[in-house]
């Protein structure tokens, strides 16, 4: 199964904010399953470090980038997928990440319950 990480997963599975449930936790260590991490996720982890909304050890997202995690590019079809989502959710981040999810056939991987109302697989 591929699995798109939502950020507070990604802070969670880094041990840096929050926890998984179990269900996720299992998930994500089952090495059969790909984990991916969206280039909005570390962009959303960098907008709030810079505005001092989120607090993560220096060179976080370095270790980030460097994880055994498969990084997803933001790609056209990926942002063009936004426009066809219906305003259940108004945060861009996850709006993004869900066009990816759809695109992809990846299960996203997050506690937002509003995430759930789209036509994608949620976890949690």
Do not use: C
């Given at each position: 199964?591929?699995?798109?990480?939502?950020?507070?997963?990604?802070?969670?599975?880094?041990?840096?904010?929050?926890?998984?449930?179990?269900?996720?936790?299992?998930?994500?260590?089952?090495?059969?399953?790909?984990?991916?991490?969206?280039?909005?996720?570390?962009?959303?982890?960098?907008?709030?470090?810079?505005?001092?909304?989120?607090?993560?050890?220096?060179?976080?997202?370095?270790?980030?980038?460097?994880?055994?995690?498969?990084?997803?590019?933001?790609?056209?079809?990926?942002?063009?997928?936004?426009?066809?989502?219906?305003?259940?959710?108004?945060?861009?981040?996850?709006?993004?990440?869900?066009?990816?999810?759809?695109?992809?056939?990846?299960?996203l991987v997050s506690s937002d319950e509003a995430l759930r109302a789209y036509d994608v697989a949620v976890l949690w």
């Amino acid at each position: 199964m591929r699995l798109l990480l939502d950020t507070h997963v990604v802070l969670s599975w880094a041990g840096h904010e929050g926890r998984l449930s179990a269900l996720a936790d299992q998930q994500i260590d089952d090495a059969s399953n790909q984990l991916l991490v969206s280039a909005v996720v570390v962009w959303e982890i960098a907008i709030k470090r810079a505005l001092g909304k989120l607090r993560t050890p220096e060179g976080f997202v370095a270790d980030l980038l460097e994880s055994s995690a498969t990084k997803l590019p933001i790609s056209a079809e990926h942002a063009a997928g936004v426009e066809h989502l219906p305003p259940h959710h108004r945060d861009p981040f996850d709006r993004l990440l869900v066009s990816q999810a759809t695109i992809e056939g990846a299960t996203l991987v997050s506690s937002d319950e509003a995430l759930r109302a789209y036509d994608v697989a949620v976890l949690w």
